[in-house]
């Protein structure tokens, strides 16, 4: 197609050429130039075409290496950017012309100069924050190489940098800002002021302007730890003052008035605080040396208490000699302060092995009192759920002693393993001491059994002696139609006896039967009533004379007041019911408790009955109270 093109254009410039020579030579023939001057205007106007067509070719040649020169200059940069930009090499394609080539290379050059422009503000406005943040918290600037251009990677590596700078200069005014605010709370509370240089950057200065270096959040940290163990010494100290006091007016027995007084306005942990409070001690000594005596009976008290909190023996409290001391001094009393803080330090020092024994001590005391309660028969007098709730608690205490005496073995089992020596109640190992414990558990109950036993067998002697009382309850109380108010003779013979029970006796033994003790107790039939002598008929029959029931009467009131003495027999605590004594099983008619006491006869005829109607022998003993 080029080729055609320039064809066309010399057949054009031919045919100009040709026209223009035609044209020429008319006119050259109209003014009638020679042949010779013909030939040489030709050769003038050949030469001008010559040199015009020289000059344009001239000037195409230069604009051709000017073309060159600035693809060469352009391909060079965007070599050198890519380099800088640390991208890919540019190739442009090789089939484009040069004037296309170099349009793309100049485009090139001037997006690859852009983005170097941009990382490089991107750079001056990261390290400018970097700068600044390190210049707040005394750090080192993030480092690039000056004069170059950063690679991306560069770039958001920096940029990583600095917003973590960011979160850390955030963290560290928050931190110091909330520091800052104890520290003026704790300097409030000890009343104390700035000494240091530091101290005073802390508290007077404004927070923007501190400087949030490492070192600095250091001594913070520092400083603040320092005021809360002075404020923590500070309280420990008024603690112990205040204790020291309390137990100075316990021991001097200084009125609630004088203590009230003396509280007011005395409350915190400052310096004149401590101050007043060691006047208030040190009056206090004085008053104490001038008492010695009573300090040292009360802190002998205190001592004891102490030493029943740490189980210690007899021997373990026969050690402290001073104890029994009489010579009352400022050394005795100063040995019995020591002897305090020591049992003190050793509760301290052990007090979760002794607050799990004194937990499972107070479980076996509760288990030992609910069993004495499960065997005791009046329990069941008791009203409104009470016998449910004490054996729901005697149940659970029963299931929750062995887990904790348990706990309580391992406990002492891992202290002594990490002591290396054994851990002694009442002077002897935990094992020994429980084991003690359990068996003195089990003689009191064989003994309180053998007491029963004995008990039982006195009772039954003295039923079979003098007779027994109804087995009924003293609480239990029967639906009896109300009766009249009783005679004046009736609250007579009320008054002579403490049971207001009538009371008949009958005793009927076999005559024929030798073989049987004279004095067993196996076949004899209990029953709630009593049977009266056989032979004696009631005072208030009317065959007696008005005299003689005078003074059978009183001839038996001082019988009967024995009798029902005898009757009584023991209180009411008793673990035994008590029972009445009948022949072969046969029962008198129940009698009312409010029966008339005429309806017995006296304990001679009682006797006489006995002997009459039975071959049983037995020495009769004295009534009590002779």
Known sequence: MATNGRMSVVEDLVKYLDSSMSKLNRIWTEIGIVDYQRKERAQTAMLHLQNLLQDMVQEEEALKHQITKRIEKYTQEVKTLCNELEIPQFEPCGKLSMLQCEKDLRAKVESLSQEKQDRLNTLKTLKDQDQHLCDAMCLTPYYIPTGSTPSNDQLKALEQHVNSLKAEKEKRFVEFVSKKKQIVELFHEIDRNPQSDFECDVICEEDNTFLLSTENMKSLKVLLTELEEQKEDMQKEVTELWGRISCLWDRL??????????????????????????VEIAKCEKLKFDNIQRFVEGMRKEIVEWWDKCFFSREQREDFTAYFNENYTEALLDEHEREVKKLKKYYEDHKQMFESLEKWDCFFRQM?????????????????????????A???????????????????????????????????????????????????KVKEKEQRHKAKARLMEEEMIYGSKPSTPAKKRFLTTPTKTPSSKLRKLE?????????????????????????????????????SPAMKAPMSASKYTPGCKTTRRRSLRGNRKVLSERNAGPPNTALFSHTTVSSHGQTAPPLHYDASMASMGSYQDFESGIQMNSTLTYRRKPPLGI
Not at 384 to 389: D, I, M, P, R, V
Request: glycine content about 4%.
């Open 253 to 278: 027995e200084i009125s609630e008035a004088e203590r009230s007084h003396f509280k007011k306005d005395k409350s915190g942990i400052k310096a004149p605080l401590i101050e007043a409070l060691k």
């Open 368 to 392: 030992i009192e609910m069993e004495r309660k499960a065997n005791d028969p009046n329990r069941f007098n008791n009203r409104g759920g009470k016998l449910l709730q004490e054996e729901k």
């Open 394 to 444: 005697r149940k659970k205490v029963l299931k929750d002693l062995p887990k904790i005496e348990e706990d309580l073995k391992e406990t002492v089992i891992k202290w002594e393993a990490e002591n290396g020596r054994p851990f002694l109640v009442e002077g002897v190992a935990l094992d020994v001491f429980v084991q003690r414990q359990w068996e003195a558990y089990e003689e009191q």
């Open 495 to 531: 008054d002579g006896s403490s049971s207001r029970i009538s009371v008949q006796v009958r005793l009927r033994v076999k005559l024929n039967d030798t073989t049987k003790t004279p004095m067993s107790c196996s076949k004899i039939q209990h029953s709630s009533v009593f049977a």
